[in-house]
């Protein structure tokens, strides 16, 4: 069975929630990442999408250089144990109706899972068996 600690990135760029929106988004560029989580006195509070960059900042031009990552940033966050199931992950995304979920196992962050992560695992999983039918095919059976 997978859990969510196999699909989840593991490498989770933070941001602090004093922070600008500009620095937000300088962060997911220079990480190539389309959100950060976002941290309050060192605990994940939130977390902040290109999404929210452009519909929280830039259409309602806003600016980025002075607008704090605690006035955007999407909260509260829904976390998941990494030794969740898959299963068990679908239903908390469609119960939150959430995109993401922080990945935890106690007080420490150990990862992100989107729904994005999900699709990718389910099209691997789908492919896998379409090749084990081509071969119960080709045998016969």
Same mark, same amino acid.
């Given at each position: ?22 620095? /937000?988004? *300088? ?8 959100? =950060? &989580? %976002?941290?309050? +006195?060192?605990?994940?509070? $939130? !977390? ?40 068990? /992950?679908? *239903? ?8 993401? =979920? &922080? %990945?935890?196992? +106690?007080?420490?962050?150990? $990862? !992100? ?29």
């Amino acid at each position: 069975m997978v859990d969510v600690k196999d699909v989840m990135v593991k490498d989770v760029v933070t941001v602090d929630s004093r922070d600008t929106v500009l620095k /937000a988004a *300088e962060l997911m560029s220079d990480y190539d990442v389309g959100c =950060l &989580v %976002v941290e309050d +006195g060192g605990e994940a509070a $939130g !977390i902040i999408t290109g999404s929210d960059v452009i519909s929280k900042v830039v259409v309602r031009k806003k600016d980025p250089g002075i607008t704090r990552v605690k006035e955007v940033m999407s909260s509260p966050l829904a976390t998941i144990h990494p030794f969740t199931s898959l299963e068990e /992950a679908v *239903e908390v995304f469609n119960e939150t109706g959430y995109k993401r =979920l &922080v %990945v935890s196992s +106690g007080e420490s962050l150990d $990862g !992100i899972l989107s729904i994005e992560d999900l699709i990718t695992e389910e099209t691997r999983f789908i492919q896998v068996l379409e090749r084990y039918i081509e071969i119960l095919k080709s045998k016969n059976y």
